[in-house]
């Protein structure tokens, strides 16, 4: 290396003799951090396309073979995006993660880059509208068989799973009512048959994620979501194995462009830091908002998995040990009532994210679900009052109070 910047790689300081059995909230400040020469304290934002060889001779081998902290071109990989992956993959418990522009990316890449034509696939049903596209619109433009069914009954999976079925696919809490998906039951069923298991782990978030000990082959996030956990940036991650991530997944997402910007990659590292800490308080408020507002004569149901009543409250707390950040509301007076509650709102801000420090209100009927029609909004439970709300770091009596206000003027 013929001076300039040098990348030292992981194991910085100590002489590799320790053990590094670290603890979650440890991995999620340190791990995967490089350092250069200069010795920064907080991870450095690489942003730069492309990479610098000595000679005619280094950027030869590096073609025929990159070593761990050697780059080629930021399409494929940057030492920012590859701190945020394996910060990812050690807190998911994967051998391997590969960031990328947006959740949509990942769950595209996740499924694009293992399937071909005549493949079949089982999908849950109550999905992102933008997964259900994936699925149900692109997949099958390219020949690829989809078996939709209701991801909370096994029985479905059973009948729909087969010989050679090569992947399930779920989001294991569904948008936006909240129903659990049994992962280690799902994972059962789709392995007897040989089918890869990939989860869209969002709504569980990392922190209360133990889907690859549950079963989970392949995880996806949209690190948009409660990664960056500020609302500032998109981004995703597909996490799994060395073998598929680095040989199935890493060749079609670099050749066909889906990579995190290096700057977003740096969002999410430190995003990661906070991980923990913001979805534990947020699930914590979630339960004490549920709970406060359970009975209400105005709300016609409050579903928050935490909340004892709700169907699969023990399949949730097994899962995830907690009910997750998110809860929804179905306002009793339908939409009237549930738009006069919306915009007696002054904290929580009327949206479509979630995960964000900020509480958000969500009308699904009307925004992320507009366009299903009628009959399937129905099947998904998703009714002219239902609320969605993500729950963010405000204070909890605060966002009490004002729901209970607003419940009040409708
Ligand atoms: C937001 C979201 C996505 C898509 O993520 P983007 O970062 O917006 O592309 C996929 N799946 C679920 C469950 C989501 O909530």
């Given at each position: ?18 053990t590094?059995?670290?603890n ?10 490089r350092?250069s ?6 991870e ?8 610098v ?19 080629i ?5 940057n ?16 051998e ?8 949509m ?29 994936v ?28 010989p ?8 294991s ?38 889907a ?11 690190s948009?979501?409660?990664?960056d956990?500020?609302g500032?940036a ?14 199935v ?37 979630a ?44 306002v ?15 904290i ?17 009927a ?31 009596g ?8 607003a419940?009040?003027?409708?």
């Amino acid at each position: 290396m013929a001076g300039g910047f040098l990348l030292r790689g992981r194991i910085a300081q100590g002489n590799g003799t320790m053990t590094r059995d670290w603890n979650r909230r440890t991995q999620l400040v340190h791990e995967g951090a490089r350092r250069s020469q200069y010795g920064e304290m907080a991870e450095a934002i690489f942003l730069t396309q492309g990479f610098v060889y000595d000679s005619a001779e280094a950027a030869e081998a590096r073609f025929l073979q990159a070593g761990p902290d050697e780059f080629i071109y930021a399409r494929y990989g940057n030492p920012t995006t590859r701190m945020f992956e394996d910060r990812i993959a050690a807190i998911e418990g994967t051998e391997d993660a590969f960031a990328t522009a947006s959740g949509m990316a990942a769950v595209n890449g996740a499924l694009m880059s293992m399937l071909r034509a005549g493949d079949h696939v089982v999908s849950s049903r109550a999905l992102f509208g933008s997964c259900l596209y994936v699925l149900e619109d692109v997949l099958v433009r390219y020949g690829v068989e989809v078996t939709f069914v209701d991801g909370t009954d096994l029985d479905q999976w059973r009948a729909a799973v087969r010989p050679g079925t090569k992947a399930v696919f779920f989001e294991s809490i569904s948008n936006p009512v909240l129903e659990v998906i049994d992962i280690a039951a799902v994972a059962g069923i789709a392995h007897a048959a040989g089918a890869l298991v990939i989860v869209d782990n969002v709504f569980a978030t990392p922190t209360f994620s133990r889907a690859v000990a549950q079963g989970a082959d392949v995880v996806v996030y949209s690190s948009t979501k409660h990664i960056d956990g500020q609302g500032r940036a998109l981004g995703g991650v597909v996490c799994g194995t060395k073998a598929y991530v680095r040989k199935v997944l890493e060749p079609y997402l670099k050749h066909t462009g889906g990579a995190i910007s290096p700057f977003n990659a740096w969002v999410m590292l430190n995003g990661m830091v906070t991980l923990d800490l913001r979805c534990t308080a947020m699930a914590d408020a979630a339960l004490e908002i549920a709970t406060a507002l359970q009975g209400d004569p105005r709300l016609a149901r409050v579903i928050y998995p935490g909340l004892p009543d709700h169907p699969q409250h023990d399949l949730v707390l097994r899962q995830m040990g907690s009910g997750g950040t998110l809860l929804a509301i179905d306002v009793a007076g339908g939409k009237e009532a549930a738009f006069r509650l919306l915009n007696a709102l002054e904290i929580i801000k009327i949206s479509n994210n979630l995960g964000d420090a900020r509480t958000i209100a969500t009308h699904p009927a009307t925004t992320t679900h507009q366009r299903l029609p009628d009959a399937a909004k129905a099947a998904l439970g998703i009714t002219p009052g239902l609320i969605r709300l993500s729950v963010g770091l405000e204070d909890v009596g605060d966002l009490i109070a004002e729901l209970k206000a607003a419940l009040a003027v409708i």
